[in-house]
Every structure is written in C-alpha cells, then in structure tokens.
C-alpha cells in the first residue's frame, strides 16, 4: 500500500518508523514543521513528502493530529480522496472525531476508522518516537457500522505487523466512557498532584510511588486541553467521584476514625487484587 502519516510527532513518527521497519509499505509524511519533515527523511522514516498530488494516491491514510485539526484536515481533503481508501486516526478522543468524518467519509466514498493506540510517553516530538513503541500494546479500534470483514482482517494484519498484540474493538461512546478514567482522570491526578509545595523537596524522601504517580505530570497542556473539553461529561464525571473518594479518606482522619481508615484502605486493596485477578484469568 501507499500510506500516508500526517503529523510526525510522537506517534506519528513511530508509526512511520514502525511501517518503514516492519513492512514493505511505501510511507509518504506531512508535517507543519519542515525541519521534522526533513529529519525523518533523513532518519528513513518515510519514503517521502506527502504531498496533495500523493494524498490522492494514498490506499491509507493516518491522521496523528489534535482532533479538531484531524477533523478540519479530512474534511478538507475529503472531495479528492482515492475511492474505497482508509483513513484512520490517533486521537485521545472518539465521539468528536468518529461522528463528524464517519457521515463525511459516507459522502465521499473512503471509509474511515477511529484509532487509538495504547501507546505513548510524556513527551512529545518526532525526536522521541520509537521504532518499538508500539511492542505489546493494544490499539483501539472504533469501525464504522457499515465496516467490512476484510477490513478489519487488515488492519489487524497491519497493527500486528509493527507490534501490537491486541486489537480493541469498540464504539465511540465506550471509548470516551472508558478512557476517562485509564489514562485523562490519571493526569489530571498526577498533574494535581505535583502542585504540593512538598513537591520541591521530595528528593531523598520519594521512591517508586512518587515516581509512579507523577509519571504522566508533564504533558502538552495544549493538547490535554482539547481532549478533555472534547470528553467533559465523562472526566468531570471521574474527577467528581475521586474527589467524592478522596473526601471519605479525609473525614476518617479528621474523625479518627481507625475502623473507617482501614475499612477504605482494605476495600481498595481488594479492589485492586479483584481486578488484577481479572485480567491474569
């Protein structure tokens, strides 16, 4: 196939140095920045520029932009899209995304497919993608109802090929539901987290649990921002049940209450043994 990668940022990069490593694709990239363009052809990250004459031509083509911007750029190009060609994209969110371009694709005649690899860091850039970034992990799946067998059978066959082991079919609405809590709700923690004053002092006093939990702290706000406005209904519904959590733990201590501290303590531990259980099963 001819695929084009527009955004070679982190995940755009790594999946244009994935494709290029694994398979005998030919993999053309657009990016805004002409320097990032330039370093991942000099990296033999991609074939070549894509340009709007290659865009045409394209069998696939993977949007790793911001979802308003993955929006504006299908919807521009839509019109002159190869017929029966595949675009997917990268985004945190779903619903924003799959709605809006699964009624463009209908109208113009390519098929598109929400995508959403489990996969990342806390940085950003082409200079942090991975050529094994997506080893092990699972990539999110979002068809449209009118999907075709083959399809998936090839984009399974794709996504395997450069490393992921587990395909996650789903619906716009679930994804949203869900990634609220596993990975916006965990930032917010983390970036809450390090606004302690103790924060600046932690050193010689922290180990893997302050490590763990402020992993995710440093983000893009700029993007973060997006994706949790596009999800609000679900993250506020996250935020407001930890801080429900949270406000029981602070009212045990405030009441020393020894019974409800260990009651809390012992009710999420086996909450977390129950669900590592689950997917050991």
Not at 30 to 44: C, Q
Not at 68 to 87: C, H
Not at 149 to 154: W, Y
Not at 171 to 198: F, M, W
Request: negative net charge; contains cysteine.
């Amino acid at each position: 196939m001819k695929i084009g990668i527009i955004g070679l940022g982190l995940i755009g990069g790594s999946l244009a140095k994935a494709l290029k490593y694994n398979t005998e694709h030919t993999v053309l990239g657009w990016n805004r920045s002409g320097d990032t363009l330039l370093k991942a052809k000099l990296l033999g990250a991609i074939d070549g520029e894509l340009t709007e004459e290659e865009i045409l031509q394209c069998d696939m083509l993977i949007c790793a932009l911001y979802p308003q911007l993955t929006v504006d750029f299908v919807q521009k190009y839509a019109p002159v899209l190869k017929k029966g060609a595949i675009v997917l994209d990268c985004c945190g969110v779903k619903r924003v995304i799959c709605h809006a371009l699964w009624e463009t694709a209908a109208q113009y005649g390519f098929k598109f497919y929400g995508g959403h690899p489990m996969a990342g860091l806390h940085y950003s850039g082409f200079s942090y993608s991975d050529v094994s970034m997506f080893q092990n992990a699972s990539m999110v799946l979002v068809p449209p109802k009118d999907a075709e067998i083959q399809d998936l059978a090839d984009l399974k066959a794709l996504f395997t090929s450069i490393g992921f082991t587990n395909m996650q079919i789903t619906t716009p609405e679930e994804h949203d539901r869900i990634i609220a809590y596993t990975s916006q709700l965990a930032h917010v923690v983390s970036n809450a987290y390090v606004k302690s004053p103790e924060a600046q002092v932690h050193s010689g006093f922290s180990a893997g649990s302050y490590k763990d939990l402020t992993r995710v702290a440093k983000l893009n706000a700029g993007m973060w921002t997006e994706l949790f406005f596009d999800n609000a209904d679900n993250l506020i519904a996250e935020i407001d049940g930890i801080i429900a959590n949270l406000q029981q733990y602070s009212d045990a201590l405030k009441n020393h209450d020894t019974e409800a501290m260990y009651t809390l303590l012992k009710a999420g531990s086996d909450r977390k043994e129950q669900i590592d259980g689950l997917y050991k099963a």
